[in-house]
T-cell receptor
Framework: DAGVIQSPRHEVTEMGQEVTLRCKPI?????LFWYRQTMMRGLELLIYFNNNVPIDDSGMPEDRFSAKMPNASFSTLKIQPSEPRDSAVYFC???????????????FGQGTRLTVV | QKEVEQDPGPLSVPEGAIVSLNCTYS??????FMWYRQYSRKGPELLMY????GNKEDGRFTAQVDKSSKYISLFIRDSQPSDSATYLC????????????FGTGTSLTVIP
């Protein structure tokens, strides 16, 4: 398996533009997570899905952020309109999940480095 | 108060030194404890995993969990320049679904 695949790897956009980040989780994984990482705040959970259903989106900073998971093999994180303070590295991760927890590892993608100017 | 607290460092040690990295947490329901290693411009990767209290050793790495003190540690013996990375602790409870709680990460540099 190629692991978690994120695109694009780098994105530079102007303030006010719409940004869409994409993620393909590992096949067979039931849980998908979107994180944002900055020097100041570390790794922050934005939202996570279980079996394509959003379970906890309390980490989504504002209504400008939205995430979807239309099927088990694809998810998007959209920022509209983007602002300079959204500049960060955005990671997608997937986990086999299941309950009770049998496998605790989250597999991360390489991340998307977003710069909003 | 954050669920998981971790000293961000940075930490700089000479090659061969013993490194100690630590996290504290507040949620007594946490049962699964992990250490992730993140190299520059890469995603985090699982390094060690421990269930409940106790020690786990893997080569030069030892993970310790003290649930009574809500304190976990990662020890690196005979540290190498290739160990230079950011180390993040992560935790999970069995009753909160699949959510992971991460520390902010400690940046480690091992100087040759």
């Amino acid at each position: 398996d190629a692991g978690v695949i994120q695109s694009p790897r780098h994105e530079v956009t102007e303030m006010g533009q719409e940004v869409t980040l994409r993620c393909k989780p590992i096949s067979g994984h039931n849980s998908l997570f979107w994180y944002r990482q900055t020097m100041m705040r570390g790794l922050e959970l934005l939202i996570y899905f279980n079996n394509n259903v959003p379970i906890d989106d309390s980490g989504m900073p504002e209504d400008r952020f939205s995430a979807k998971m239309p099927n088990a093999s694809f998810s998007t994180l959209k920022i509209q309109p983007s602002e300079p303070r959204d500049s960060a590295v955005y990671f997608c991760a997937s986990s086999p999940g299941g309950f009770p927890i049998r496998n605790t590892e989250a597999f991360f993608g390489q991340g998307t480095r977003l710069t909003v100017v | 108060q954050k669920e998981v607290e971790q000293d961000p460092g940075p930490l700089s040690v000479p090659e061969g030194a013993i490194v100690s990295l630590n996290c504290t947490y507040s949620n007594s329901a946490f049962q699964y404890f992990m250490w992730y290693r993140q190299y520059s411009r890469k995603g985090p990767e699982l390094l060690m995993y421990t269930y409940s209290s106790g020690n786990k050793e893997d080569g030069r790495f030892t993970a310790q969990v003290d649930k009574s003190s809500k304190y976990i540690s990662l020890f690196i013996r005979d540290s190498q320049p290739s160990d230079s990375a950011t180390y993040l602790c992560a935790m999970r409870a069995s009753n909160t679904g699949n959510q992971f709680y991460f520390g902010t990460g400690t940046s480690l540099t091992v100087i040759p």
